[in-house]
């Protein structure tokens, strides 16, 4: 099995800062893509970043300048750096990735139970 645990979420101002870790543990052969995802109340889930395991990244507009997406290969840990944070950034935010489980050649999705981030004043 497969799971992806979240972590570093909270309550911050407008203007502020949060970093948000998700590591994979299991039976993981390797990892291909990792990334965030948010969903915001009555909205839809939404790709916020991604990065690939030769370290390309991938960030949706609203988030590009302020959000860094980085990678720990030998801990298979996914970071989001999130600097001057928007009340519309309020969401609670999901691990994804794209893992190659033991004894497979097929990837698999797998998500984290997701963590509240909440920018307000």
């Known amino acids: 099995q497969v799971q992806l645990v979240e972590s570093g979420g909270g309550l911050v101002q407008p203007g502020g800062s949060l970093r948000l870790s998700c590591a994979a543990s299991?039976?993981?052969?390797?990892?291909?893509?990792m990334g965030w995802y948010r969903q915001a109340p009555g909205k839809q889930r939404e790709l916020v970043a991604d990065?690939?395991?030769?370290?390309?990244?991938n960030y949706e507009d609203s988030v590009k300048g302020r959000f860094t997406i980085s990678r720990d290969h030998t801990q298979n840990r996914v970071y989001l750096q999130m600097n001057s944070l928007k009340p519309e950034d309020t969401a609670v935010f999901y691990c994804?990735?794209?893992?190659?489980?033991?004894?497979?050649?097929?990837?698999?999705?797998?998500w984290g139970q997701g963590t509240q981030v909440t920018v307000s004043s």
């Open positions: 994804n990735a794209n893992v190659y489980p033991m004894g497979s050649s097929w990837a698999r999705v797998y």
């Open positions: 299991g039976s993981i052969s390797r990892i291909n893509v």
């Open positions: 990065i690939t395991s030769g370290g390309s990244t």
